[in-house]
């Protein structure tokens, strides 16, 4: 299986701030890496998808990058609806797995 | 906008079979440009990919879970179900039944999710 680890596991940060959020494959993936977001007691919504691809309906405030192994998010100026736990998935191959997510807390 | 739902019992004792139906509206199940899948969440935890299934019935499971895990589809009701058989407490979960698109390689519709808890 390809193990995903995300960092950091939790981050708190303010309203206005930028986020990056990173997620490294133990083996190379290409771009086959979503983002995900998860809020209290609600199913996961993609972010992105294809390592860099913003899902229609997305906020533009958010951008990925990334090739190979490392991959990352990046949030440009945080609203108080992003609060939540964020999580990467490789679909490069079966079976799929997630990272163990992120969870951005208000400070 | 597809739209999925899952349904079945919240409560299961141990080393019986959990199972779950997840009903596709919106959309047609026998679309060529979707496998339909499952994807559990323990209480507190991340998330863990259970497997799919194509319209035509082909099947692919995670090897964690593949000698417990049937996947079936009935085209005819739109729907598609969950068998995980002799489960343990371990198998507490939140599950999810999600559409991942065949042709850009993601989950991009969820239903609510269920919490199966399994207990005597």
């Known amino acids: 299986d390809i193990h995903m680890t995300q960092s950091p596991s939790s981050l708190s940060a303010s309203v206005g701030d930028r986020v990056t959020i990173t997620c490294r494959a133990s083996?190379?993936?290409?771009?086959?890496l979503n983002w995900y977001q998860q809020k209290l007691g609600k199913a996961p919504k993609l972010l992105i998808y294809?390592?860099?691809s913003l899902q229609s309906g997305v906020p533009s405030r958010f951008s990925g990058s990334g090739f190979g192994v490392d991959f990352t998010l990046t949030i440009s100026s945080l609203q108080p609806e992003d609060f939540a736990t964020y999580y990467c998935q490789q679909s490069y191959i079966t079976p799929q797995t997630f990272g163990q997510g992120t969870k951005l807390e208000i400070k | 906008q597809v739209q999925l739902q899952e349904s079945g019992p919240g409560l299961v004792k141990p080393s019986q079979t959990l199972s779950l139906t997840c009903t596709v509206s919106?959309?047609?199940?026998?679309?060529?440009?979707?496998?339909w899948s499952w994807i559990r969440q323990p209480p507190g935890k991340g998330l863990e990919w259970i497997g799919y299934i194509y319209y035509s019935g082909s099947a692919y499971y995670n090897p964690s879970l593949e000698s417990r895990v049937t996947i079936s589809i009935d085209t005819s009701q739109n729907q598609f179900s969950l068998k995980l058989s002799s489960v343990t407490a371990a198998d507490t979960a939140v599950y999810y039944c999600a559409r991942h698109s065949s042709t850009s390689s993601y989950f991009d519709y969820w239903g609510q999710g269920t919490l199966v808890t399994v207990s005597s």
């Open positions: 919106g959309g047609s199940i026998s679309s060529g440009d979707s496998y």
């Open positions: 083996q190379s993936i290409s771009n086959y």
């Open positions: 294809a390592a860099s």
